[in-house]
């Protein structure tokens, strides 16, 4: 059933069709309605679900792993200071191997006090154990946190969804909403090997010295490993049910192309319409769209790359003292497979509009110049 | 090593990630670790004054009191030594000496 709905209700909805149990949640803006919606929801019987209020985000993520803990679907949502505060439990629901999907609405770090697009809030939890997901559409939000349930319930790894505030949070559009029968369909109740029983009780996260540590990081990096092709599987599942693809890599005029655009979240949607624009005035430019972080589609990328003359990426994100991370990421994927220039540009940090015209700006740049080393902030005011 | 983590309770031999659980679950490491070796002083229950109130067993954190023949035993391959069944003793049964003496 096709409705009109904000990014944010997608993910509500998103988060109903998967059923899930426990939701733990604290506001902050712009992903506040998300969270709302489905108080309302869980309020009015529509969803069989607890709905936890809790004192910080901190606690919505302990909540969330002492719920997943037991074998219930958990789901929150956040953004920016509320995902930094959950930072250490973060670490401890991907060490624990909890199937746990989360929302974050990319929103930017503060000071100076923001509340608009910036992906800096999700990066800074690149290395905590979690699946990464940049969705660019209402549609891409709804059906990632199905698709995110499946696969971390069946690699036992927690799955980030991020998007851009506002321009897909707050802006509404035109979202396909699969029956609930096809959903329960595709996702399965999750029952859990290992799991918190009072008829069978067991230590969870105990002490474990030197003699064990090391190996359950080792599983963990097995886990992401196995998590592209589980990944790629449930993509095509999921396709075969709605007709919607969904892969880690989104290639958009990419076969012929001297120059290459590597993009994500809405940056990235936009960039298809400037790709569109160079092409009628015939230049060869594509636009990959990097839609999972991690687990790194190396391999993906390198296929679609391979080629290609140069390489342009745009990172609405900092690493201060280096450079955007989706560049730094590129750059050592590249390295001992092929040499091809990057050129880095930092574009949209704090919600700064990032135009049709920008964007081509940045592809006309990369067409003419070659030093990959500079680091380019597009538009910035000097 | 032979440890305790199946869903079954069947002993696993632990040689190395196969053989293990994806999460620090039911490792049996709570046993296996006797972290009474970390303790600088040890506290000694006086049984002519205990009531068996077992506040001590009750509020023990790691738990290493166990009930024996209805009283309080300290397991002393586990105590830790933080002394809270001394300060909660109704009673003051609990004193304590250092440890290596």
Known sequence: MKKTMMGNFAASWGAQLSRVQVIAAYPITPQTLIVEKLSEIVADGELDAKFIKVESEHSAMAACIGASATGARAYTATSAQGLALMHEMLHWAGLARLPIVMTNVNRAMAPGWSIWADQNDSLSQRDTGWMQIYASSAQDILDSTIIGYKVSEQVLLPTLISFDAFFLSHTVEVVDMPDIELVDKYLPPYNPEYKLDVKDPRSFGALTAEEYYYEFRYKMQEAMDKAVDVIKEAGKEYEKLTGRAYKLVHPYRCEDADLILVTSGTIAETTNVAVDELRAEGKKVGNLRIRVIRPYPKKEILEVIKGVKKLAVIDRNISPGYSGIFSQELKSALYNEVNIPVRSYIAGLGGRDVKIQDIKDMANDALKNDSPNDLIWKGVKL | ?101
């Open chain 2, 1 to 101: 090593m032979v440890i305790k983590f199946q869903k079954n309770d069947k002993p696993v031999k632990i040689t190395g990630a196969k053989d293990m659980p994806p999460m620090p679950a039911a490792l049996g490491s709570m046993l296996q670790n006797k972290t009474g070796s970390w303790r600088n002083v040890r506290p000694i229950i006086d049984y002519e004054k205990c009531i068996k109130c077992f506040i001590c067993w009750k509020i023990c954190p790691e738990p290493a009191i166990d009930i024996v023949d209805e009283l309080p035993v300290i397991n002393y391959d586990y105590c830790k030594g933080c002394l809270m069944c001394m300060e909660e003793c109704p009673k003051d049964a609990i004193s304590y000496e250092k440890e290596g003496k």
